[in-house]
């Protein structure tokens, strides 16, 4: 078979994300591995009670095809949140996409052309490597820190390329809580990074999946809220904040990009499904979104904070990490001479999951004194047991 | 914008496409324009009991991620309603995807880098045209008749290429009732192109979206049936035969197969949309799904039979077509001089539609003297009187 294959599954290769694949699996360890959210703060009682209504009201809509751009109900819905939020969309310029993955996929099959220059964070959310990694461009990544990507850092490269006569088609960020970092982009560099995509002439893709989720004080400023000329394409998902098993998420632009993705996306899946568009458009409607927003502070806080106290218990201070003021995630660093797979390999002996760094970086190599933490997904007491045992193996080690 | 944007673009642009959607909009017409099953036989009652009780046993779940593959259990029931199709998977070797247009784009993903050759049927579904060109390859139409393909110029041509060194990586073929053809794919030239794929070393994409539509009759086997060697690449779909909403359809070949499927999937959505995996499965194994597919052939059997007569009523000697057995369409081919746009023109200032040909072509002009005329949309008395509409049109011009 090997012969007849697409060159770009060997770019599509991720060997950390299969064995996180396999962790995530498994039900006999305490797993800071995935970073999904619990089914535990789920409003399980209140979208029984909601499903059961849309069925009624809609009939055999809920069973249909839906539009490729999406229900135009649940768009109108997403406009609302988002003038909320300090932007002012029209319904028409919002496109429904089956997950925030689907969006990424999107976003590679309308900009990129095999060699195409793009950046990312360093490290960035695997997802997106790997869809990015479908079209074939020259990744570039920009390292991180505590308040977001090194803007000086990426302003010597964009000047570098320009000098060379070349560019890059985007930019991918994730500014509020980082998959993996937690870091959060400080306004100073939301307004510097829409400067350099001016002057250099790029798109910012401004991935908000964690946004919502700040246990602490106010959300900032969305980049979009800065940007006059469409540069930045704004995405936001359900999954992390509400439920992600409907695989509903939306891309923000202008209206004539969202007919571009829209033609793209007939070729991907015709549509969204139905059933999760309606479902979250009542569930929107009747405020259940907005208190879930709000329940996922108490319930995700403790989690953090739980993290964060056994981190400065049981970790050497030659470990380095910050503490995040949101998400899912801490992003440690180990001292010199670990490699994070190896401590894998022990914890997963003492029943403890998390992912290699290496896994969010496009050279495995570079990832491998990290670890992500989630704490999305395990009760304090737990979090408090499994940072002691990885504290425990890195320093015999 | 333009100038960022990825080259793929272009070879997605579809005028007809977007007439389509256009249309299907609409609801002041008597339309033959969309490939949609009709609400109206969906069974609602049963699917609303059946998800209030998945929703009741499953909780939390049924809002969760699920799944790269899919739900174990849908995969399941898919081996045993394929095992009564005379086929002996295992679970293992399906894969579940988000409608089949997902199927489609993995298949391209999969298969396809640029200027790669394919060979598909002359019409075949836009979708698949869609979807290939995105990954740029070479199509090679081949021209089908009412028993489906003509082998001998599919047999002609890929000897040609081998002269040349070269081969094909795979056919698209809708054998059952294809869309917008409607031809069936007899028994002999099943097995014949199984040989040819053996002798030219490539896959068979085999679509049975429509293979359950048969009205009359028999099914006949699969390709799948015949190979014995994972070179059919069998891709299935409930959006026909029971309801398109959930997006959710599958794909079955070889374990590695559908390892790497799996793989490229993760990168597109991570998972397909939970809640209409765990309902169908449920209304598989309660039998609803068996119960549907009989009751679709007294429902469509009349539309068929409708159209079918009244072609032969109101339509000139001239024109050219024959009356399939299953699925939704008929393909009528006007009288030379007949531009079928202009008629589509002259259609809708009268409230009826259908779509031209050339959605159907690789280059839309091949298909300026073809409709699909769906019958699965309207009742009989529509159907009769917009093929009545239809053939005076033809006539007066």
Chains 1, 2 share one sequence.
Request: hydrophobic fraction near 40%; glycine fraction near 8%.
């Amino acid at each position: 078979m090997k012969e007849k294959l697409a060159d770009r599954l060997e770019e599509m290769e991720n060997e950390e994300l299969a064995d996180l694949m396999r962790i995530i699996g498994r039900d006999d360890l305490i797993s800071f591995a995935g970073g999904i959210p619990d089914t535990e703060i789920f409003p399980t009682d209140r979208l029984k009670q909601i499903t059961e209504e849309v069925i009624a009201n809609k009939g055999a809509e809920f069973y249909q095809y839906s539009s490729t751009e999406g229900n135009e109900l649940l768009r109108k819905y997403l406009v609302d949140f988002l003038t909320e939020r300090g932007l002012t969309p029209e319904f028409e310029e919002m496109i429904i996409t089956s997950g925030s993955q689907q969006a990424l996929d999107l976003v590679g099959k309308v900009f990129l052309n095999p060699g195409d220059r793009i950046v990312v964070e360093q490290p960035s959310y695997l997802g997106a490597i790997g869809a990015f990694k479908g079209y074939r461009p020259e990744i570039k990544e920009i390292p991180i820190e505590e308040d977001g990507i090194k803007v000086e850092a990426l302003a010597v490269y964009l000047s570098q390329l320009k000098q060379r006569g070349e560019s890059i088609k985007f930019i991918y960020l994730v500014p509020d809580y980082s998959n993996p970092s937690g870091a959060r982009l400080s306004v100073k560099k939301r307004k510097e990074i829409l400067n350099l995509a001016e002057k250099y002439n790029f798109y910012i893709i401004e991935d908000t999946a964690y946004s919502e989720l700040n246990y602490y004080g106010q959300r900032l400023d969305y980049i979009k809220s800065y940007d006059s000329s469409d540069r930045v394409i704004l995405l936001g998902s359900f999954s992390k904040f509400f439920v992600p098993g409907f695989r509903i998420a939306w891309i923000y632009n202008s209206k004539q990009f969202v007919q571009l993705v829209s033609k793209a996306k007939q070729n991907m899946d015709l549509a969204s499904a139905t059933a999760g568009q309606l479902i979250l458009q009542r569930a929107g409607k009747e405020g259940l979104l907005a208190e879930q927003i709000e329940r996922t502070k108490d319930f995700y806080r403790p989690r953090l904070e739980a993290m964060a106290n056994a981190l400065d218990d049981h970790f050497p201070q030659t470990a380095q990490w910050f503490r995040p003021e949101g998400g899912f995630f801490f992003w440690v660093k180990l001292p010199e001479g670990f490699d994070s797979r190896q401590l894998l390999e022990e914890a997963l002996e003492q029943k403890v999951a998390f992912v290699t760094g290496s896994a969010f970086m496009t050279n495995p190599a570079d990832g491998c004194r990290y670890l992500r933490l989630s704490f999305s997904n395990s009760q304090v007491d737990d979090i408090r047991a499994g940072i002691k045992i990885l504290g425990q193996l890195i320093r015999r080690i």
